[in-house]
Antibody, heavy 119, light 108 residues
Framework: EVQLVQSGAEVKKPGESLKISCKGS????????IGWVRQMPGKGLEWMGI????????KYSPSFQGQVTISADKSTSTASLQWSSLKASDTAMYYC????????????WGQGTLVTVSS | SYVLTQPPSVSVAPGQAARITCGGN??????VHWYQQKPGQAPVVVVN???VRPSGIPERFSGSNSGNTATLTISRVEAGDEADYYC???????????FGGGTKLTVL
């Protein structure tokens, strides 16, 4: 069974760093793109970027380029999303999702990680 | 960047058909995917590649795509279909995935 399990909720202060994770299982982790999606409170889905764990090829949405770093660790089948300096506006739910192999849709999603940034 | 436009809300009575549109420049030339998101849950794909229904999705969900508009149709709407619906495409020219703004489906 394909599963993406994300790390737990985080409460951080502005300026702090953070790395959240997404562990894949039940499939060949290195053979599928993993995307990250932001959902701010009460708002819609926003595409952040995507990584191919097989070779770490990464593509960022222009809105998030330079604001976050997406990475993947093949040895642990884990993709990560990190911030070096959080802002209050980073408060949101973050989802990872697998892109289906032969298309461009997201077929399996993690449960989401809620990040709260508040002083 | 490529923009997808959805109506913010659609309302329909139980048993009727709901149609949710997704507008984009020449969207008919690219595959469109649709996701359903219920409160407190992660999104779930209900139609991929314009009109393909994933395993486990009721036949009441169907999709079409032509010209500048893609449409998700939910026939014989049930109370359990009440959710937010998002369209998504891959913009080849920018190599970016893009979501529409989302449509809240209300079952009256």
């Amino acid at each position: 069974e394909v599963q993406l399990v994300q790390s737990g909720a985080e409460v951080k202060k502005p300026g702090e760093s953070l790395k959240i994770s997404c562990k894949g299982s039940g499939y060949s982790f290195t053979s599928y793109w993993i995307g990250w999606v932001r959902q701010m409170p009460g708002k819609g889905l926003e595409w952040m970027g995507i990584i191919y764990p097989g070779d770490s090829d990464t593509k960022y949405s222009p809105s998030f380029q330079g604001q976050v770093t997406i990475s993947a660790d093949k040895s642990t089948s884990t993709a990560s999303l990190q911030w070096s300096s959080l802002k209050a506006s980073d408060t949101a739910m973050y989802y990872c999702a697998r892109q289906e192999g032969g298309s461009t849709y997201l077929d399996y999603w993690g449960q989401g990680t809620l990040v709260t940034v508040s002083s | 960047s490529y923009v997808l436009t959805q109506p913010p809300s659609v309302s329909v009575a139980p048993g009727q058909a709901a149609r949710i549109t997704c507008g984009g420049n020449n969207i008919g030339s690219r595959p469109v995917h649709w996701y359903q998101q219920k409160p407190g849950q992660a999104p779930v794909v209900v139609v991929n590649d314009d009109s393909v229904r994933p395993s486990g999705i009721p036949e009441r969900f169907s999709g079409s795509n032509s010209g500048n508009t893609a449409t998700l149709t939910i026939s014989r709407v049930e109370a359990g279909d009440e959710a937010d619906y998002y369209c998504q495409v891959w913009d080849r020219s920018s190599d970016q995935r893009v979501f529409g703004g989302g449509t809240k489906l209300t079952v009256l």
